[in-house]
Nanobody, 120 residues
Framework: QVQLVESGGGLAQAGGSLRLSCAAS????????MAWYRQAPGKQRELVAR???????NYADSMNGRFTISRGNAKNTVYLQMNSLKPEDTAVYYC??????????????WGQGTQVTVSS
């Protein structure tokens, strides 16, 4: 199994910044990608950003260059630097990974989520 632990959420003012962190642990053989999703109240969960094992990144258009995803020195960690925050960025942010485990199964795993609230 794979466990994902997120941290760094909280309250920020509009225009401010927050940095989310996520660490994956468990019987991981390899990680294909790590990503951040978010879900605002009454809305569907949406992709924020993804980074592959080779370092390629992609972002949702709505991020408009405000967010940056990166990996830590330990390849099972991922960060999301969020700048110029807006009230509409308020959501629960989830870390996800597509990983292969010791059972030779490749699938998606999800963290519990961390709340980000941006006040105007």
């Amino acid at each position: 199994q794979v466990q994902l632990v997120e941290s760094g959420g909280g309250l920020a003012q509009a225009g401010g910044s927050l940095r989310l962190s996520c660490a994956a642990s468990g019987s991981i053989l390899s990680i294909n990608s790590m990503a951040w999703y978010r879900q605002a109240p009454g809305k569907q969960r949406e992709l924020v950003a993804r980074i592959t094992s080779s370092g390629s990144t992609n972002y949702a258009d709505s991020m408009n260059g405000r967010f940056t995803i990166s990996r830590g020195n330990a390849k099972n960690t991922v960060y999301l630097q969020m700048n110029s925050l807006k009230p509409e960025d308020t959501a629960v942010y989830y870390c996800a990974t597509n990983a292969r485990t010791s059972g030779l199964i490749t699938r998606d795993y999800w963290g519990q989520g961390t709340q980000v609230t941006v006040s105007s």
